[in-house]
């Protein structure tokens, strides 16, 4: 490799340690973020909005700060996915976001021996800020996939709800892949997703980048579009560049020419992003905590996406459903639907995981943003 990570677990190799009780932080962490926002927050509206608007698809602003009209749901089931936690309502995209996981979820099977994927978290109805993880998936063109394999049965409502995820790091390591659950297959799902060209980003935990890095040796072009970042160490992030002719969205840079296997990768593996706050000066005033995002801090227009007109009935809008969503037509039959009627209405207070945040490893205390 071009830089010396042997080098920097040696001399960071405590770190592990202070990783560890990182970990322990970022539980509170996830709670603080979890806390039930007030009534009138961009949170609770968007999050509060069961159906997408009418009209054409735009996604309206940035990824992590925006919302979107049009959306389309991707089926609860195709012949080569399944999309979980039915509850959060979370499976609204911009339709080149949808089309892009059904082609996907196809190639997958077909070209890197992979049963079929799992579907996380893709937006709410209108987009914007949700109601607990995530800073971005604001504008449906974000959208999380397990690292777990699809099975070949139909999974329950109830497990699709409570199916936990599994991490592809090693429990008593810092940022290491663990080579008992990593598979090649895996390796080849990540680079055909990144094949696409209308795919910009696809982040990963910088364990599994630097596992990519040290290992793929096929064509490396696409690698650099693997981006390092915390947590995603048990499904991965595909994020699509704005759609042609979207006025409205912003675009975000382009990633930096090359693999990507380099100092922005280094730097995960030293202590600057984990190093803990420096305490206060005495006598200081505590800092202020941040102040929620309101409707006002979003686009201008997604006030008014709040306020339009609903498609009539979920089903409507369901990609290769009745409606004019377009795509070719998906499995979207009278077993999701029921698998849809018998999954809770409200997400469950044990609902731990909130998509982003690992489930063992460390979390920096200063989280860098996703580049
Ligand atoms: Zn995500």
Known sequence: MAFGFTQAFRTFGRLALAGAIGAGLAAGDV?????????GSAKALFGGASLPTQGPAQPIGFYAKGCMTGAVALPTDGPTWQAMRLSRNRRWGNPAMIALLERFSQDAVKYAGWPGILVGDIAQPRGGPMLNGHSSHQIGLDADIWFTPMPSRRLTAEERQYLPFTTMLQKNK?????????????????????????????????????????????????????????????????????????????????????????KSLAYWFTPAPWAPPKPPKPGAKPPKPPREMMVSDLPKACAAVLDAASVTSMQAATYGGSSAAGGP??????????????????????????GELPDVGPVPNDKPAMQ
């Open 174 to 262: 810092f940022l290491t892949v663990d080579p008992k659950v990593w598979t090649e297959s895996r390796a080849r799902l990540l680079m055909l997703a990144a094949s696409y060209p209308q795919v910009e980003r696809i982040f990963v935990n910088p364990a599994i980048k630097k596992k990519m890095c040290d290992t793929w040796t096929g064509d490396r072009t696409n690698l650099g579009k693997l981006r390092p970042i915390y947590g995603h160490d048990s499904h991965f992030h595909i994020r699509i560049k704005c759609p042609p002719g979207a006025a409205g969205c912003t675009p975000q840079a382009p990633v930096p020419a090359g693999d990507g296997c380099d």
């Open 329 to 354: 037509s998906a499995a979207s039959g009278p077993s999701a639907a029921s698998a849809l009627a018998a999954a809770p209405t409200a997400a469950p207070a044990t609902d731990d995981d909130d």
């Open 31 to 39: 709670g603080a973020e979890q806390k039930t926002p007030s009534p």
